[in-house]
């Protein structure tokens, strides 16, 4: 007995799922079923992966020093993205404390404070959006016409994209969110979006007046977020290159929030009674808005692994110094033993510590600017368009395809 104990899980093949609709993948159902810690192969890449499904479990390792995401860009480890080149100076590969100095020159653009700056102004994009939408009349793609722009607006402007540049990266952050099959592809889009990038900093820090310089008396510091990168190279807070590998994934962010809440309207316009409460009760909305965070996937299978430092007990199992580790937040968002009937979408549920948006040093760093856009859609669409419905039967809806978050590419609705 003693010998079987300590045999290793056998590795299961983990395939690209492209689920048409909002249900859990049952691929991971069986892991989770099979136990806290199991041993995956992914699409891409090299060998197997530890993978942690278990809520407690997921906030240790994630809280863990002893695994780190430095040493990943420098190994083929198994994955779900056909191509994989990471930027040096990624803010998503750095370990404490580089992490915590890279994170420190773009903050104030997510501050509590920060983001309440935006509000009015993203109202703003989000009402002209939809009067547009309305008077377009019925029936139209909620995607394409309010659920894709208003997140991209949002965050060119909080980045500081010039208008005349907007359409070419969304078109390039499409390319890497929604990875094709051919590599190069996905690899051009990113040499390209990071080439931008690059370009862009220059200017600003070209314009940049002298450090001896006088300010104007009423010259307030720009607050987008190339402007605040642009001023730490300049201050050798970061490097270039660490400047450029920390915009590019904040500028991809604004495709997570067209998918997310593409699945919550979807799951709302197809179950009356959670949209009848959401519609009748805008008290319950933040409560609400947390559940649904809590039950969609948010992506398609795992994020970026972590590598362990030393040996490490984990469940009971002995993961190896230099093992890859990735862990689940989907599945920690669905343990019953923090969330009690896990499969239903519960808007009285109040005690809900979800991890949609990470947790640990990797928390996501926009996670505050994606919950105000979410919080403005759901509350303009439900209060401006109340008879807001389906115009299409749900089996019918395309939901997006190899694709890295997870949404339904259309949304045709009525009113």
């Known amino acids: 007995m003693a010998e079987h104990r300590t045999l290793e899980p056998v590795v299961r093949d983990w395939p690209t799922q492209n689920i048409q609709g909002p249900d859990f993948d049952p691929v991971l159902i069986e892991l989770m079923r099979e136990g806290p810690l199991t041993r995956i192969k992914l699409p891409y890449g090299e060998g197997w992966a530890w993978l942690v499904t278990r809520y407690e479990d997921v906030r240790a390792v994630t809280n863990d020093a002893r695994f780190v995401r430095g040493p990943v860009p420098g190994r083929q480890i198994t994955r779900l993205a056909p191509h994989f080149k990471p930027r040096p100076g990624a803010l998503a590969f750095a370990d404490p404390p580089d992490h915590n100095r890279l994170r420190r020159v773009v903050a104030p653009a997510f501050t509590a404070r920060g983001v309440a700056r935006l509000r009015a102004g993203a109202q703003e994009t989000l009402d002209a959006l939809v009067d547009t939408f309305v008077r377009g009349g019925a029936p139209a793609d909620l995607t394409a016409r309010v659920l894709e722009p208003f997140p991209i607006a949002v965050h060119c402007e909080v980045m500081g994209v010039p208008e005349a540049d907007r359409p070419r990266l969304h078109r390039l952050t499409q390319e890497i969110v929604f990875p094709s099959r051919d590599a190069t592809v996905t690899g051009r889009a990113k040499d390209e979006l990071y080439g931008w990038l690059a370009d862009e900093l220059r200017t600003r820090r070209n314009l940049r007046p002298a450090p001896d310089a006088e300010p104007a008396a009423d010259a307030e510091p720009a607050a987008d977020i190339l402007s605040l990168l642009a001023a730490g190279v300049d201050r050798g807070d970061l490097t270039e290159e660490e400047a450029i590998g920390v915009a590019g994934p904040l500028q991809i962010g604004g495709e997570a929030v067209t998918n997310n809440t593409g699945q919550m309207f979807f799951l709302l316009l197809t179950h009356p009674h959670l949209l009848h409460r959401v519609r009748t009760d805008?008290?319950?909305?933040?409560?609400?808005?947390?559940?649904?965070?809590?039950?969609?996937?948010?992506?398609?299978?795992?994020?970026?692994?972590?590598?362990?430092?030393?040996?490490?007990?984990?469940?009971?199992?002995?993961?190896?110094?230099?093992?890859?580790?990735?862990?689940?937040?989907?599945?920690?968002?669905?343990?019953?033993?923090?969330?009690?009937?896990?499969?239903?979408?519960?808007?009285?549920?109040?005690?809900?510590?979800?991890?949609?948006?990470?947790?640990?040093?990797?928390?996501?760093?926009?996670?505050?600017?994606?919950?105000?856009?979410?919080?403005?859609?759901?509350?303009?669409?439900?209060?401006?368009?109340?008879?807001?419905?389906?115009?299409?039967?749900?089996?019918?809806?395309?939901?997006?395809?190899?694709?890295?978050?997870?949404?339904?590419?259309?949304?045709?609705?009525?009113?």
Request: hydrophobic fraction near 40%; include cysteine.
């Open 282 to 415: 805008p008290a319950i909305r933040p409560r609400a808005i947390d559940e649904l965070l809590r039950h969609i996937s948010h992506r398609s299978s795992v994020g970026l692994a972590r590598i362990a430092t030393e040996d490490v007990e984990l469940c009971g199992r002995r993961i190896r110094k230099g093992d890859p580790v990735y862990v689940s937040y989907l599945a920690a968002n669905r343990d019953p033993a923090v969330f009690p009937d896990p499969e239903r979408i519960d808007f009285d549920r109040m005690d809900n510590p979800h991890v949609a948006f990470g947790h640990g040093t990797h928390y996501c760093t926009g996670g505050p600017l994606a919950r105000l856009q979410i919080d403005l859609l759901l509350n303009t669409l439900l209060d401006r368009i109340p008879t807001l419905r389906l115009a299409s039967a749900p089996d019918t809806i395309p939901w997006r395809r190899n694709a890295l978050i997870r949404g339904p590419e259309a949304l045709p609705v009525a009113w």
